[in-house]
């Protein structure tokens, strides 16, 4: 169904603006005529799903611009939260998809979920209509359809709700952290491009032209000068084609699985990377299981929410010791990668018959630990960068300015 964009003015003479779909604009005008608004402009969104004669198109071309068009977590986890209200509250599903599409304010999402209310009226389940939106992931799906099977999807929605919610907590902390050290390394390496590109060829003039011989560091910082100058046209194509293969080398198996191992046994970054694995992981099965998804099911699933080649094929070892009938901590500490802490609360919580609780504490505690090792980490990241960049400036400075100090001393004499 569209999604039409439109300006007008409520029956309280203040001006609104927003987002509606309907059948055609006629159907547009009159939607929002009877919810009092008198239309200034209505056009049809960009946002709306395209044609299938534009699919056709669409797919001939050689770029894909699909992540512009991404649904944020924080959204997300906003509708699931206000689709599991409506539930709650005895609204009919197609009702509630129907009051959650003209609530959402962005025109991707109001699109999705306009789609999904259609292919629901017209019978199809919920799980099954967020399947063909392109957008959910296995996770969402998968606990969408275990809650729609047990009668608990207001549950599950809201169990739903909290995880996207505690994931964007999760990271919006991580990427504050990092933000400080990030702009430190960007201002150092303009103040040190500055000093390279334009200053020491203004300073190099003035030694040349004195005919003296000069030390090794100050021709070393010449010579880098006139060579960044001269060559960075290749120093950037060399930079390039140097992160596109990282990049393609990543993408394949053996690839990653070797960039995942060297990360994991990094002297001080390796235990960060291994506790966010780790905590990403305990989270997503214990939401999973809370849902009512088998634990076979949604250790496939956690396995890739870990984001570790590595700790994922120790919990894919897991799954197929867990599907021929034996406990899952047995095969979690064969493989060496999880602390003794995970083990044994993994072993407590399947003797009392509480795993999901037990994956919880262990997710809430290594998510404090993931946000004390970054702040640590930070925090003796910050005077590094600072004692690199002060050093570099002070070598530059000393490598010109040294030749300067021995004229005016021969000078004087």
């Not at 169904?1 to 439109?6: E, I, K, L, R």
């Not at 910082?221 to 950037?236: E, K, M, N």
């Not at 505690?365 to 570099?392: C, D, H, K, N, W």
């Amino acid at each position: 169904m569209p999604v039409y964009a439109y300006k007008g003015v409520t029956q309280a003479g203040r001006s609104t603006r927003g987002f509606v779909d309907a059948e055609s604009a006629r159907a547009a005008r009159v939607k929002l005529r009877r919810d009092g608004v008198f239309l200034t402009d209505l056009s049809e969104s960009a946002a709306a799903p395209p044609t299938v004669e534009k699919q056709g198109k669409s797919r001939a071309l050689s770029f894909d611009f699909a992540f512009l068009r991404r649904v944020s977590a924080l959204d997300l986890a906003l509708a699931t939260r206000q689709l599991a209200t409506l539930i709650g509250a005895g609204v009919p599903l197609v009702q509630g998809l129907s009051a959650l599409t003209e609530q959402v304010e962005g025109a991707r999402l109001k699109s999705i979920f306009g789609q999904i209310r259609d292919r629901v009226n017209e019978g199809a389940t919920l799980a099954d209509a967020m399947a063909q939106s392109g957008v959910f992931s296995d996770l969402y799906i998968g606990m969408v359809r275990a809650g729609e099977a047990g009668g608990a999807l207001e549950q599950v929605l809201e169990r739903l709700a909290e995880y996207l919610e505690g994931q964007v907590r999760l990271r919006n902390k991580v990427s504050s952290i990092l933000i400080y050290p990030s702009v430190m390394f960007g201002f150092a390496v303009l103040v040190i491009g500055v000093l390279v590109t334009v200053v020491l060829p203004q300073i190099t003039e003035l030694l040349a032209s004195l005919n003296k011989p000069l030390p090794f560091y100050t021709r070393a910082i010449i010579a880098l000068s006139g060579f960044v100058r001269t060559w960075w046209w290749a120093i950037a194509i060399g930079a390039v084609a140097f992160a596109a293969g990282v990049r393609a080398i990543l993408r394949t198996q053996r690839g990653r699985a070797r960039f995942d191992r060297v990360k994991l046994r990094l002297p001080v970054i390796g235990r960060t990377v291994r506790l966010l694995a780790i905590s990403r992981f305990t989270r997503t099965l214990s939401t999973l299981l809370a849902g009512g998804l088998p634990i076979v099911r949604a250790l496939d699933i956690s396995r890739h929410v870990a984001n570790n080649v590595v700790i994922g094929a120790a919990i894919d070892a897991a799954r197929e010791s867990v599907t021929e009938g034996q406990s899952l901590a047995q095969p979690l500490r064969a493989s060496g990668e999880f602390p003794p802490i995970v083990l044994h609360m993994v072993e407590v919580g399947e003797r009392s018959g509480e795993l999901e609780a037990m994956l919880e504490k262990v997710a809430q505690t290594y998510e404090e630990q993931v946000e004390t090792s970054v702040t640590r980490l930070t925090a003796l990241l910050e005077p590094f960068l600072i004692l690199i960049m002060v050093g570099i400036v002070v070598f530059i400075i000393a490598a010109t300015l040294v030749p300067l100090l021995q004229l005016t001393s021969a000078i004087g004499r």
